[in-house]
């Protein structure tokens, strides 16, 4: 080449570029440094690439790594890799002293495609370096001597032999792949093209010490560096190349930025070439630093640089950030003191006002202060520029500083607030007196007003902020009792107006305005105390914003300064935040945690075309309009990682999130992979059927859960980005915890047929039982009746033979008649037994026939009228103690009445209801006192019997008014 062979044309270059050495350092870019502090597994970052998902992905000296704005998730063995690089389907590639890995980004699971062979003598098996993936799918690869493509899908390397001989470096080569899918290299023999049909790799240009190359899309052709720092432009059609400068040191990286613009990567420096090509300008100089520069990445979404060096990452800082702060020196400053106004010198330079009496001048150009005056013991109000004459008012006097004099006072009154008219008069609003304007034409105070709205106009108001419109009116807020805070001056009838006169008290939003400004379409706002209203030119009221609705965004409700940028937000100060409404009435608030210096925006306010200057203690913020806007850049929110706390496992994202109920302990880390400064972002979630309430985790993108029972769970999480407040558009995960297996369904409908088994089993026992029970009272009825009984009729029988064979006065007369009656008694009670013992008589119904029939037979044949009645008996039974219990109760009863009562009638009545047996017997005999203690056995018996049954009884009686008993037993 023929600048290669004349030393002194790159002493031209280089003469050339120290040329515009003072134009290129203005060029500068700043970087923010991501280490091994920030959890950077090795400040040696060898390469840089970003999935489809929007994941950065790191090659260290100690491995790869996943980087989602938070955290870094180490994947492989510790050790070196030789390469990184994505493929279009998602997989992840790269190289160590292990073999070739391949990396699903989306499952996260790790595969070792080729191994190294470390057991033989051939150093070409253990290298796979410089990794490319074309739009085939095959991985290219280089080691000592040979290139090398390997195809997953057939499991096939195949080997291109580049040199005869070894070199020291295994980075042999370098690809790119032009739009028409062809595949290029550069390497130790030149610039080379793969050629499909014959599969070899063919020498396009026969330059050797070419060390990085690019395809410019627009024009087909490439961009070359090389080892002594020249940049070339190739035209592979012609074969003509173009030398467009030299960095003066080998370039190892050439990208595109956008399709504007190229950068070029040496050991020590970032260089951008510009649009037309002509110059070199560098854009980051790590040289001072001892920084090595690895690898580049440019983020093509965001245009965005990211460096990979021997001390650590870079991430290029954006230059047009959405707040700024601003502190003043505190040389300047010894004491603390808040900007208390903002006035506009020029473009460069700012006057502020500060509570200390200090009126410092800022130029925004170089971030410079210089203190303009000082008044002791004073606190600035307000500040007007007018043909290089600065107005200085405070809350004891009115100053003007002009160009090159001391500092004059004109007035000793306290001010409240300055503003200048259409004909350069200084209206000064005084607290709690009349308005003062100082005609600086006649160098004298005048009134321009004819006449008040009434004599009492200034005494009875207290006017806060004033505002100029070019349609020539003066605009007042304040408190005005009478007047709903708002008034104005026509200039053109010389006349004060209360806008209360001209608009419904109803759309006023209180009586005390605070501020009022002028919007760049001709409207006024007004903001006071509670929210704040919307006027036309004509001061009639068109939208009124009450604060109440817009909590908690509007905070504390009161709104001290307003103002309207060119897009038509609304930009409102409180004491706890600055709020923006925007044209389409949302509504964002911005704090701290935004970058705001304070939350309180009750001082300094100032709006420019593209700023907006916010007064804080010992500084300002300043807000950049035109960057309002990033929120609708949002990211979408990702799910980073999911971790089993105690445990190691690394869960698969790819698939439904189920876990045992052991790993009920889970921690979910998300991101919105913008990869902004951490304190920027927020995030907040809820857990449904846990937590149905959002639940603001503050800027921690991870969320812990312990101890969580089983069941399916819905877990929705949304992030806040730093222009503007919650992303509605939510990231909803869905995970399971199994059951344990004593809370399994299979493990239910087991234990559910065991019990229904065992309960089987006792009910199967005890019909069983009872079986065998009613079998044995049969029995015994039966071997009653058929034995004694029958034994008892003999001798009843062979009784009455021997009565009828003897007489009367027979010696054995009186005993065979006694054997006769012991013989009918004998069978009388066997005749109960059988009835008692036979399962067939344990209904009510046989019970109360058995006692129905022996009651008649007795009641009867005392000659006593008896009556019965029996309800509801059908179907009930009963155990054959509690038969035997009320067969003699009522026995009992029976009795009582027959020996006692001289009763003329004897009445029972028996039924069911419910659980119970409800027996009432009475007699109309003589009665007795039921108070009186008596010996009587039947009242005692009555009640012990009834004790057993677990019943109750009621007894009712009276001297010749007879007996009641009302028994109530339980059949259950």
């Given at each position: 080449?023929?600048?290669?062979?004349?030393?002194?044309?790159?002493?031209?270059?280089?003469?050339?570029?120290?040329?515009?050495?003072?134009?290129?350092?203005?060029?500068?870019?700043?970087?923010?440094?991501?280490?091994?502090?920030?959890?950077?597994?090795?400040?040696?970052?060898?390469?840089?690439?970003?999935?489809?998902?929007?994941?950065?992905?790191?090659?260290?000296n100690l491995g790869i790594s996943r980087?989602?704005?938070?955290?870094?998730?180490?994947?492989?063995?510790?050790?070196?890799?030789?390469?990184?690089?994505?493929?279009?389907?998602?997989?992840?590639?790269?190289?160590?002293?292990?073999?070739?890995?391949?990396?699903?980004?989306?499952?996260?699971?790790?595969?070792?495609?080729?191994?190294?062979?470390?057991?033989?003598?051939?150093?070409?098996?253990?290298?796979?370096?410089?990794?490319?993936?074309?739009?085939?799918?095959?991985?290219?690869?280089?080691?000592?001597?040979?290139?090398?493509?390997?195809n997953p899908q057939k499991n096939l390397?195949?080997?291109?032999?580049?040199?005869?001989?070894?070199?020291?470096?295994?980075?042999?080569?370098?690809?790119?792949?032009?739009?028409?899918?062809?595949?290029?290299?550069?390497?130790?023999?030149?610039?080379?093209?793969?050629?499909?049909?014959?599969?070899?790799?063919?020498?396009?240009?026969?330059?050797?010490?070419?060390?990085?190359?690019?395809?410019?899309?627009?024009?087909?052709?490439?961009?070359?560096?090389?080892?002594?720092?020249?940049?070339?432009?190739?035209?592979?059609?012609?074969?003509?190349?173009?030398?467009?400068?030299?960095?003066?040191?080998?370039?190892?990286?050439?990208?595109?930025?956008?399709?504007?613009?190229?950068?070029?990567?040496?050991?020590?420096?970032?260089?951008?070439?510009?649009?037309?090509?002509?110059?070199?300008?560098?854009?980051?100089?790590?040289?001072?630093?001892?920084?090595?520069?690895?690898?580049?990445?440019?983020?093509?979404?965001?245009?965005?640089?990211?460096?990979?060096?021997?001390?650590?990452?870079?991430?290029?800082?954006?230059?047009?950030?959405?707040?700024?702060?601003?502190?003043?020196?505190?040389?300047?400053?010894?004491?603390?003191?808040?900007?208390?106004?903002?006035?506009?010198?020029?473009?460069?330079?700012?006057?502020?006002?500060?509570?200390?009496?200090?009126?410092?001048?800022?130029?925004?150009?170089?971030?410079?202060?210089?203190?303009?005056?000082?008044?002791?013991?004073?606190?600035?109000?307000?500040?007007?520029?007018?043909?290089?004459?600065?107005?200085?008012?405070?809350?004891?006097?009115?100053?003007?500083?002009?160009?090159?004099?001391?500092?004059?006072?004109?007035?000793?009154?306290?001010?409240?607030?300055?503003?200048l008219d259409g004909e350069n008069r200084?209206?000064?609003?005084?607290?709690?007196?009349?308005?003062?304007?100082?005609?600086?034409?006649?160098?004298?105070?005048?009134?321009?007003?004819?006449?008040?709205?009434?004599?009492?106009?200034?005494?009875?108001?207290?006017?806060?902020?004033?505002?100029?419109?070019?349609?020539?009116?003066?605009?007042?807020?304040?408190?005005?009792?009478?007047?709903?805070?708002?008034?104005?001056?026509?200039?053109?009838?010389?006349?004060?107006?209360?806008?209360?006169?001209?608009?419904?008290?109803?759309?006023?939003?209180?009586?005390?305005?605070?501020?009022?400004?002028?919007?760049?379409?001709?409207?006024?706002?007004?903001?006071?105390?509670?929210?704040?209203?919307?006027?036309?030119?004509?001061?009639?009221?068109?939208?009124?914003?009450?604060?109440?609705?817009?909590?908690?965004?509007?905070?504390?409700?009161?709104?001290?300064?307003?103002?309207?940028?060119?897009?038509?937000?609304?930009?409102?100060?409180?004491?706890?935040?600055?709020?923006?409404?925007?044209?389409?009435?949302?509504?964002?608030?911005?704090?701290?945690?935004?970058?705001?210096?304070?939350?309180?925006?009750?001082?300094?306010?100032?709006?420019?075309?593209?700023?907006?200057?916010?007064?804080?203690?010992?500084?300002?913020?300043?807000?950049?309009?035109?960057?309002?806007?990033?929120?609708?850049?949002?990211?979408?929110?990702?799910?980073?990682?999911?971790?089993?706390?105690?445990?190691?496992?690394?869960?698969?994202?790819?698939?439904?999130?189920?876990?045992?109920?052991?790993?009920?302990?889970?921690?979910?880390?998300?991101?919105?992979?913008?990869?902004?400064?951490?304190?920027?972002?927020?995030?907040?979630?809820?857990?449904?059927?846990?937590?149905?309430?959002?639940?603001?985790?503050?800027?921690?993108?991870?969320?812990?859960?312990?101890?969580?029972?089983?069941?399916?769970?819905?877990?929705?999480?949304?992030?806040?980005?730093?222009?503007?407040?919650?992303?509605?558009?939510?990231?909803?995960?869905?995970?399971?915890?199994?059951?344990?297996?004593?809370?399994?369904?299979?493990?239910?409908?087991?234990?559910?047929?065991?019990?229904?088994?065992?309960?089987?089993?006792?009910?199967?026992?005890?019909?069983?039982?009872?079986?065998?029970?009613?079998?044995?009272?049969?029995?015994?009825?039966?071997?009653?009746?058929?034995?004694?009984?029958?034994?008892?009729?003999?001798?009843?029988?062979?009784?009455?033979?021997?009565?009828?064979?003897?007489?009367?006065?027979?010696?054995?007369?009186?005993?065979?008649?006694?054997?006769?009656?012991?013989?009918?008694?004998?069978?009388?009670?066997?005749?109960?037994?059988?009835?008692?013992?036979?399962?067939?008589?344990?209904?009510?119904?046989?019970?109360?026939?058995?006692?129905?029939?022996?009651?008649?037979?007795?009641?009867?044949?005392?000659?006593?009228?008896?009556?019965?009645?029996?309800?509801?008996?059908?179907?009930?039974?009963?155990?054959?103690?509690?038969?035997?219990?009320?067969?003699?109760?009522?026995?009992?009863?029976?009795?009582?009445?027959?020996?006692?009562?001289?009763?003329?009638?004897?009445?029972?009545?028996?039924?069911?209801?419910?659980?119970?047996?409800?027996?009432?017997?009475?007699?109309?005999?003589?009665?007795?006192?039921?108070?009186?203690?008596?010996?009587?056995?039947?009242?005692?018996?009555?009640?012990?019997?009834?004790?057993?049954?677990?019943?109750?009884?009621?007894?009712?009686?009276?001297?010749?008014?007879?007996?009641?008993?009302?028994?109530?037993?339980?059949?259950?």
């Open positions: 080449m023929y600048f290669m062979k004349h030393p002194y044309l790159r002493y031209v270059l280089t003469l050339t570029l120290l040329l515009f050495w003072d134009r290129i350092n203005a060029q500068k870019l700043n970087f923010e440094q991501i280490t091994t502090k920030n959890e950077l597994s090795s400040n040696n970052v060898l390469g840089i690439t970003k999935d489809l998902h929007g994941y950065l992905w790191l090659a260290t980087y989602d704005g938070y955290q870094f998730q180490p994947f492989g063995n510790l050790s070196s890799p030789n390469g990184i690089v994505i493929s279009s389907d998602g997989i992840l590639w790269f190289s160590n002293e292990k073999g070739l890995y391949s990396l699903d980004t989306k499952s996260l699971v790790l595969s070792l495609k080729i191994a190294n062979k470390l057991n033989d003598n051939i150093p070409d098996n253990d290298h796979y370096n410089s990794i490319f993936v074309d739009s085939k799918g095959l991985i290219w690869s280089t080691d000592f001597h040979h290139i090398k493509s390997y390397l195949t080997y291109y032999k580049i040199l005869n001989e070894n070199q020291q470096n295994p980075n042999l080569a370098k690809f790119i792949e032009d739009t028409a899918g062809n595949l290029w290299s550069v390497s130790p023999i030149g610039l080379c093209k793969f050629d499909n049909n014959r599969q070899t790799w063919v020498r396009v240009w026969a330059e050797r010490n070419l060390s990085a190359l690019a395809f410019d899309k627009t024009n087909g052709t490439f961009w070359l560096g090389n080892l002594q720092g020249d940049l070339i432009n190739f035209n592979p059609k012609t074969k003509v190349y173009t030398l467009k400068t030299n960095i003066g040191e080998a370039i190892d990286q050439i990208r595109f930025l956008g399709n504007q613009s190229l950068i070029c990567v040496s050991h020590n420096h970032l260089f951008q070439l510009t649009t037309n090509q002509t110059q070199l300008e560098e854009i980051g100089q790590f040289m001072a630093d001892d920084i090595s520069l690895n690898t580049v990445f440019i983020d093509a979404q965001k245009n965005e640089f990211w460096l990979g060096t021997n001390d650590g990452l870079l991430k290029q800082e954006t230059e047009n950030q959405l707040i700024r702060q601003i502190l003043i020196p505190r040389n300047l400053l010894p004491n603390p003191a808040t900007v208390r106004c903002f006035e506009v010198e020029n473009e460069s330079s700012y006057l502020l006002g500060m509570s200390s009496g200090d009126v410092l001048r800022w130029n925004k150009t170089n971030n410079e202060f210089q203190k303009i005056t000082q008044l002791v013991s004073e606190e600035i109000k307000s500040i007007k520029v007018l043909d290089n004459k600065i107005f200085i008012g405070t809350n004891k006097n009115l100053f003007i500083k002009k160009q090159g004099a001391n500092l004059e006072k004109i007035l000793s009154k306290p001010i409240n607030h300055l503003e200084l209206w000064i609003l005084l607290p709690n007196e009349p308005i003062m304007v100082y005609d600086f034409n006649k160098n004298q105070f005048v009134q321009p007003w004819s006449k008040f709205p009434y004599p009492t106009f200034f005494k009875d108001n207290l006017f806060h902020k004033l505002t100029y419109t070019p349609d020539q009116k003066m605009w007042m807020a304040g408190w005005i009792p009478s007047g709903f805070g708002i008034a104005c001056f026509d200039f053109k009838t010389n006349q004060f107006e209360e806008l209360s006169s001209i608009n419904d008290h109803k759309r006023f939003i209180g009586d005390y305005y605070l501020d009022v400004s002028v919007t760049p379409k001709g409207d006024l706002l007004f903001s006071g105390y509670g929210g704040y209203n919307r006027l036309n030119a004509k001061g009639i009221i068109t939208a009124e914003i009450h604060a109440e609705d817009l909590k908690p965004l509007f905070a504390d409700g009161q709104c001290f300064s307003i103002d309207e940028d060119s897009k038509g937000n609304t930009w409102i100060g409180t004491a706890e935040g600055l709020v923006r409404i925007s044209k389409d009435k949302q509504v964002n608030r911005f704090t701290q945690f935004d970058g705001l210096l304070n939350n309180d925006i009750r001082n300094g306010f100032l709006m420019t075309n593209d700023e907006l200057l916010l007064g804080h203690k010992n500084g300002f913020s300043i807000l950049n309009l035109g960057n309002v806007g990033l929120k609708n850049q949002s990211h979408r929110l990702m799910i980073s990682q999911v971790n089993i706390l105690g445990s190691d496992q690394k869960v698969d994202l790819s698939k439904n999130l189920v876990f045992s109920r052991k790993q009920n302990n889970l921690s979910f880390s998300f991101s919105p992979l913008n990869f902004e400064n951490q304190a920027k972002n927020k995030f907040r979630y809820r857990l449904t059927g846990i937590n149905e309430k959002w639940i603001e985790n503050g800027v921690n993108p991870t969320i812990t859960f312990s101890n969580l029972e089983q069941g399916n769970y819905q877990l929705e999480v949304q992030y806040a980005e730093i222009a503007g407040n919650w992303n509605t558009d939510s990231l909803v995960l869905n995970f399971e915890i199994l059951p344990a297996w004593y809370e399994s369904l299979w493990f239910k409908i087991l234990l559910a047929s065991l019990l229904l088994a065992i309960g089987y089993g006792i009910y199967w026992y005890r019909i069983n039982e009872f079986k065998k029970v009613q079998a044995m009272r049969n029995r015994i009825s039966s071997d009653l009746h058929d034995e004694i009984g029958a034994s008892l009729s003999s001798i009843s029988i062979l009784g009455d033979l021997v009565k009828q064979k003897l007489s009367e006065n027979h010696p054995s007369f009186m005993y065979a008649e006694m054997i006769n009656e012991e013989a009918k008694h004998a069978g009388t009670a066997i005749d109960y037994i059988i009835w008692n013992i036979n399962p067939q008589f344990d209904s009510l119904e046989s019970l109360f026939t058995r006692i129905n029939s022996e009651a008649a037979e007795i009641i009867e044949a005392k000659g006593i009228q008896y009556e019965f009645e029996a309800n509801n008996l059908d179907n009930r039974s009963m155990s054959m103690d509690k038969k035997r219990n009320i067969y003699l109760i009522c026995k009992e009863l029976i009795n009582n009445a027959l020996k006692h009562s001289q009763c003329t009638k004897i009445t029972l009545r028996c039924s069911v209801k419910a659980s119970y047996l409800s027996i009432s017997f009475s007699d109309n005999g003589k009665g007795f006192d039921v108070n009186k203690a008596t010996n009587r056995n039947g009242v005692k018996n009555i009640q012990t019997r009834l004790q057993k049954l677990k019943g109750s009884y009621e007894l009712t009686s009276e001297a010749e008014k007879g007996t009641k008993y009302e028994l109530k037993i339980p059949l259950r």
